[in-house]
């Protein structure tokens, strides 16, 4: 006879790139009784998770809504429905997810030309247009926030440079989505795509997708059917919206995560929460360099909700790690791709952005790295509370 044991995790404090602390009226939400996925009910809270993400992602889009799967499924979704065999696909790659929303684009037939760049660093305009040669594409895409380096792009300065090219203009808002500036309709964006896990402060396992009226314009001109009958937004789009087309069994407890990490968003103000997570960004921020360690990126570029630092010289990265799992139950991220062993990456996102846990992430780096003999400068948080004071 088969057994398994009841499963009974630690408690962690989650402050690596995701999934991020979930917020305690989130995890409630989902102990709620579980209704059909066409219930009258159930149906009259898919539409109030609609206004939300309207709301969140700062647009009138009519398409805006979570596709069941992580922030990769909402990533193939979007490139799936918005490019057919033998497009042109310009991508900007500087990381790890740059890099996926490429090999995706080869997997759907696009022909793709990648924007390559050092990890660490923002691609700008210029980068775009010298890879672009003159030519024309039907779309180019970027990652907003790259989570594998602490990158953020200048997402505001793109609708210019896709319009040169002809092209729809796709971007990667998973880390960047509720916890720092994301404007689609300002900033003319196309097509979006994020995750529930990081800012939003919710379980894994929903992501939020948006497309615009040029986009569903691209859609329906489409020669080709879409590649996948799972990720067609035309279809699930007849789900969520007044067709109640059955598409799918939709996971009912995530999409009451959703609709409560989106209460609490708006309660909260989304302009607030972003200002929150960058105060405690820069808190961090500050904390850090007190100790003598280097940042990766350059403040102009870094990302808010994730810190990329750099691993002194002589410093087992995975042994402070697993130092910090062990002795306080916290988890921060190591590098990916040609990062890997040379940074860790700490995130403040959603729910986890507070200053108990930049005190905590401080102090308990600075302890992990005594413990190997690392003279550290000064002690982490004077400085922190020195910028706290300030705001």
């Known amino acids: 006879m088969i057994t398994l044991r009841p499963n009974s995790p630690p408690v962690r404090i989650l402050l690596g790139p995701g999934p991020s602390e979930c917020a305690p009226e989130v995890l409630q939400a989902m102990t709620r009784p579980t209704m059909g996925h066409l219930d009258p009910l159930f149906v009259a809270l898919m539409d109030e998770v609609r206004t939300g993400l309207r709301a969140l992602y700062r647009t009138q889009n009519e398409l805006a809504f979570p596709i069941s799967g992580t922030g990769t499924s909402g990533m193939e979704a979007v490139l799936?429905?918005?490019?057919?065999?033998?497009?042109?696909?310009?991508?900007?790659?500087?990381?790890?997810?740059?890099?996926?929303?490429?090999?995706?684009?080869?997997?759907?037939?696009?022909?793709?030309?990648?924007?390559?760049?050092e990890w660490g660093r923002a691609l700008g305009p210029e980068d775009y247009r010298r890879a672009a040669a003159g030519k024309r594409f039907k779309a180019l895409a970027l990652v907003h926030g790259e989570t594998s380096t602490g990158?953020?792009?200048d997402l505001a300065a793109m609708r210019g440079v896709?319009?040169?090219?002809?092209?729809?203009?796709?971007?990667?808002?998973?880390?960047?989505?509720?916890?720092?500036?994301?404007?689609?309709?300002?900033?003319?964006v196309d097509g979006a795509y994020s995750g529930t896990q990081k800012c939003l402060a919710a379980p894994c396992?929903?992501?939020p997708v948006t497309l615009s009226p040029r986009a569903l314009e691209s859609l329906a001109?489409?020669?080709?059917?879409?590649?996948?009958?799972?990720?067609?937004?035309?279809?699930?789009?007849?789900?969520?919206?007044?067709?109640?087309?059955?598409?799918?069994?939709?996971?009912?407890?995530?999409?009451?995560?959703?609709?409560?990490?989106?209460?609490?968003?708006?309660?909260?103000?989304?302009?607030?929460?972003?200002?929150?997570?960058?105060?405690?960004?820069?808190?961090?921020?500050a904390g850090l360099?007190?100790?003598?360690?280097?940042l990766l990126v350059p403040e102009r570029e870094r990302l808010l909700p994730l810190t990329a630092v750099r691993v002194p010289a002589g410093i087992d990265e995975a042994r402070v790690r697993r130092f910090l799992l062990e002795h306080y139950s916290l988890e921060i991220g190591g590098g990916l791709g040609s990062l890997k062993g040379k940074i860790w990456r700490?995130?403040?996102?959603?729910?986890?952005?507070?200053?108990?846990?930049?005190?905590?992430?401080?102090?308990?780096?600075?302890?992990?790295?005594?413990?190997?003999?690392?003279?550290?400068?000064?002690?982490?948080?004077p400085a922190v509370h020195a910028f706290y004071a300030t705001v």
């Not at 939709?250 to 607030?272: D, K, T």
């Not at 360099?289 to 280097?294: N, Q, R």
């Open 162 to 188: 896709a319009d040169e090219f002809g092209a729809l203009l796709i971007a990667d808002c998973v880390t960047t989505l509720g916890g720092m500036p994301v404007e689609i309709d300002r900033w003319g």
């Open 221 to 285: 001109a489409r020669k080709t059917q879409v590649s996948s009958w799972y990720f067609d937004l035309a279809l699930v789009r007849s789900y969520w919206g007044q067709d109640r087309a059955y598409h799918h069994t939709a996971p009912i407890q995530n999409v009451y995560s959703l609709h409560e990490a989106l209460r609490l968003l708006l309660e909260e103000g989304l302009e607030a929460r972003w200002q929150r997570h960058e105060h405690n960004a820069r808190a961090l921020w």
């Open 205 to 207: 396992g929903l992501s």
């Open 80 to 117: 799936v429905n918005l490019l057919e065999p033998g497009d042109a696909l310009l991508v900007g790659v500087a990381g790890y997810f740059g890099a996926r929303l490429a090999e995706i684009g080869r997997r759907v037939g696009a022909r793709v030309t990648e924007v390559a760049g």
């Open 289 to 294: 360099t007190a100790m003598g360690l280097e």
């Open 151 to 153: 990158v953020v792009a």
């Open 346 to 381: 700490i995130g403040l996102m959603g729910a986890g952005s507070k200053r108990a846990n930049v005190e905590l992430v401080c102090g308990a780096l600075r302890a992990a790295l005594v413990e190997q003999s690392w003279k550290a400068k000064d002690y982490p948080l």
